[in-house]
């Protein structure tokens, strides 16, 4: 299984360690409960590892997921969201099936950091309420029961979760060997039993895995959970292939498979609702503490995943007495986390359109969800890529004092460029316009449209234009539109520029002198 299964189970042994407080806290933040964050940890965990195409990530709950189960279960309850889960699971399979993975890495790295902001910041404002020691969530919005919790906060729920919050930050920096969220938890725990305060506890978790079950399994449901389900399998998908990335960056093992970690996502998202368990995927803070112990197979997440198991079903009448706000330390710092702030100035400093990106991404996630902030984040970088390549295209006109004026045309000559690339040649004054078209990398119906329409202009006030150097992948969708066959036909259409400047000599009787006898390389 593995080249030094020593050190697998060592990391696998830490790893277990430190996920036990972020399953904990992931499952009573997605409404399914505790239970169901391990369910997701043990089970998921297990066969995505068995399974994936990445020999070092780690995968689990995550806190983007639970932003997305969080709704599903208040609208449709329990029964709905493990439905979702399953669908997910089988939506994975379907793209691992069609070798999608290369796709899906493609999709701008701005989008992805926007879309981790808006996480973030729901998972910090979803843990509020029960930060302030609120036992139930107020009803509304995210930011609605935010704001309404804060009219009556526990100060002691709010100094132990601060705490919580502060041991995992500054434990994670100065000591990141230690486990700083599971210790920060059982000292909050133990603390608060032996001073007998009253603060809203976890309450009863069960000391096994429930047998598997279909019986949440409404067939009549599924059409309306299908774009929830979709949802679902995006992240997951997404996630699970950065996260692999990540993990083959920051080792120098073996490169992962995305379509062989995507089938292995697909079924152990299709496991998991079956013991009651959350939607999961490749995790980067458990991945990242898997690399830094030095895993070197897939033994490690294994062992991860079996450890955990045991760990929280041996303690379960332990971790049933966990203040809920101690957990929602742990997330809020979690959270914190997530963000990149040294990126994030990085890519401010470097371009203002991505960072926009980021931006309209993060706030359409806080504010709609993740399909339309994907599709805000991809209409605002599809609008800049168009941009940068329009702003890419020019025409020059050659300084060198012919009797006939020269233009070279460069960059693409597309619907968004066109009318602005070829109207510097309807001021042009000589009888004889030659343009140069070598150079141009990419046309479309409105450009070649818009350049028959400059020609005929031209013509029409007397001005003979000669066409040279036409790349030959741009010669057919020309020829369909009918843009060159008068030119052909009159003979003004020509390969190299040094024919074309000798026709324009020959047509004004001039002498062939000069730069103009020098042909000019092709690019075919």
């Keep these: 299984m593995g080249r030094c299964p020593r050190k697998d189970v060592l990391a696998g042994l830490m790893v277990a360690i430190t996920a036990l407080p972020l399953a904990l806290g992931l499952g009573a933040a997605s409404g399914l409960g505790p239970q169901a964050g391990l369910a997701s940890a043990v089970v998921a965990g297990g066969l995505a590892a068995l ?8 995968s689990g709950p995550t806190g983007v997921l639970t932003v997305v189960i969080a709704p ?41 950091k926007g879309f981790t902001i808006g996480s973030a910041a729901v998972i910090i404002l979803q843990q509020i309420p029960p930060g302030l020691g609120i036992a139930v969530r107020p009803r509304g919005t995210v930011i609605e029961a935010a704001v309404r919790s804060m009219a009556h906060p526990n100060w002691v729920a709010i100094a ?36 007998g305060l009253s603060l809203p506890r976890i309450g009863h978790v069960p000391s ?5 079950s279909l019986g949440f399994l409404d067939f009549r449901s599924m059409p309306v959970l299908l774009p929830s389900a979709v949802t679902v399998a995006a992240v997951v998908a997404l996630e699970a292939l950065i996260t692999a990335a990540a993990a083959d960056a920051m080792s120098d093992g073996e490169p992962h498979d995305g379509d062989r970690e995507l089938f292995g996502q697909g079924v152990a998202n299709l496991a998991a609702p079956l013991f009651g368990g959350l939607a999961a995927t490749g995790t980067v803070v458990r991945t990242a503490s898997n690399v830094r112990q030095g895993a070197c197979s897939r ?10 198991g045991v760990l929280a079903f041996t303690a379960a009448p332990l971790v049933a007495t966990v203040p809920v706000c101690a957990l929602a330390g742990v997330l809020i710092a979690t959270a914190t986390r997530m963000v990149d702030v040294r990126s994030l100035r990085a890519l401010a400093r470097a371009d203002r359109g991505q960072a926009a990106v980021v931006a309209v991404t993060a706030v359409v996630t806080l504010a709609f969800g993740l399909v339309a902030a994907v599709t805000a984040g991809l209409v605002l970088a599809a609008g800049l890529a168009l941009r940068a390549v329009v702003r890419s ?18 960059g693409p000559l597309l619907f968004a460029s066109a009318a602005r690339l070829l109207r510097p040649l309807m001021r042009c004054q000589t009888g004889v316009v030659v343009l140069r078209m070598a150079r141009v990398t990419a046309v479309d119906a409105t450009g070649i449209l818009a350049l028959r329409d400059t020609v005929a202009a031209l013509a029409k006030r007397g001005t003979l234009v000669l066409v040279c150097g036409i790349r030959d992948q741009h010669l057919p969708p020309m020829d369909a539109l009918g843009v060159l066959d008068e030119l ?8 190299t520029d040094a024919e074309a400047d000798a026709f324009a000599r020959a047509e004004l009787d001039l002498p062939r002198v000069g730069s103009s006898s020098r042909a000019e390389p092709h690019y075919p």
């Design 393 to 410: 295209a020019c025409v020059r006109r050659e300084p060198d004092g012919r009797s006939f004026a020269v233009y070279r045309v460069e």
């Design 72 to 112: 599903v279960v208040h609208r449709f309850g329990a029964r709905g969201a493990l439905t979702v889960g399953l669908m997910a699971g089988l939506l994975v399979i379907a793209l691992a099936l069609s070798r999608v993975s290369g796709c899906l890495r493609y999709l701008p790295a701005p989008i992805v």
């Design 160 to 195: 132990l979760c601060s705490a919580v919050v502060v041991a995992r930050l500054v434990g994670g920096r100065l000591l990141p060997n230690v486990p700083s969220a599971l210790v920060a938890v059982v000292g909050g725990t133990v603390l608060v039993r032996v001073l």
């Design 488 to 495: 052909r036909t009159t003979g003004r259409l020509f390969t």
């Design 51 to 58: 399974l994936g195409g990445s020999n070092l990530q780690v």
């Design 208 to 212: 096994s895995l429930p047998h598997p």
């Design 299 to 308: 033994l490690a997440a294994l062992v991860h995943a079996v450890a955990l």
